[in-house]
T-cell receptor
Framework: KQEVTQIPAALSVPEGENLVLNCSFTDSAIYNLQWFRQDPGKGLTSLLLIQSSQREQTSGRLNASLDKSSGRSTLYIAASQPGDSATYLCAVYTGTASKLTFGTGTRLQVTL | DTEVTQTPKHLVMGMTNKKSLKCEQHMGHRAMYWYKQKAKKPPELMFVYSYEKLSINESVPSRFSPECPNSSLLNLHLHALQPEDSALYLC?????????????FGSGTRLTVV
């Protein structure tokens, strides 16, 4: 059974800092990995999608990497802003189960 | 159109009421999903529809009844719910169930059962 863990569970940083969120998964036979952002009480916004054959994806200040063999992904946020404050979820799609498995989430707060 | 639209955004219902949640997408996606999310927890899969047919039911109680009238629309019918069913209900879609190429989520319906 696929298990996805995110570390840290919560993170508070001052504005302008670069930061890294971590995601690890137990079954490396994934089809793809997706990073989402969720504001309190809101839906999920897709940030980046990495296919299993890719190593990284970039969008603006965000960069996500994938090391499938070690079961790890990182989300790098450059020059953080207060508007980045949210919960960040990683999710892996495992072909054998045809299901998306979510991580436990990292609650990020960026302070002024 | 790259959105999944959910209505209503908020719903308060009594334990004897019948209500429905609605989800719509016009991206040509053939897989649609219902998730339930409790506070500070990740979303939990409830149902999966593939090509308008129910393909996964994650042992959800029968008081939740999904329906997929066409490839763009997904409903969740609610009846005789319990207070513990209060949660954020999220709808999502993907290109297909077996080759999803990423999921698109709606903004959710905040359900409160009183």
């Amino acid at each position: 059974k696929q298990e996805v863990t995110q570390i840290p569970a919560a993170l508070s940083v001052p504005e302008g800092e670069n930061l890294v969120l971590n995601c690890s998964f137990t079954d490396s036979a994934i089809y793809n990995l997706q990073w989402f952002r969720q504001d309190p009480g809101k839906g999920l916004t897709s940030l980046l999608l990495i296919q299993s054959s890719q190593r990284e994806q970039t969008s603006g200040r965000l960069n996500a990497s994938l090391d499938k063999s070690s079961g790890r992904s990182t989300l790098y946020i450059a020059a953080s802003q207060p508007g980045d404050s949210a919960t960040y979820l990683c999710a892996v799609y495992t072909g054998t189960a045809s299901k998306l498995t979510f991580g436990t989430g990292t609650r990020l707060q960026v302070t002024l | 159109d790259t959105e999944v639209t959910q209505t209503p955004k908020h719903l308060v219902m009594g334990m004897t009421n019948k209500k429905s949640l609605k989800c719509e997408q016009h991206m040509g996606h053939r897989a649609m999903y219902w998730y339930k999310q409790k506070a500070k927890k990740p979303p939990e899969l409830m149902f999966v529809y593939s090509y308008e047919k129910l393909s996964i039911n994650e042992s959800v109680p029968s008081r939740f009844s999904p329906e997929c009238p066409n490839s763009s629309l997904l409903n969740l019918h609610l009846h005789a719910l319990q207070p513990e069913d209060s949660a954020l209900y999220l709808c999502a879609s993907s290109l297909s169930r077996t080759e999803p190429y990423g999921y698109t989520f709606g903004s959710g319906t905040r359900l409160t059962v009183v």
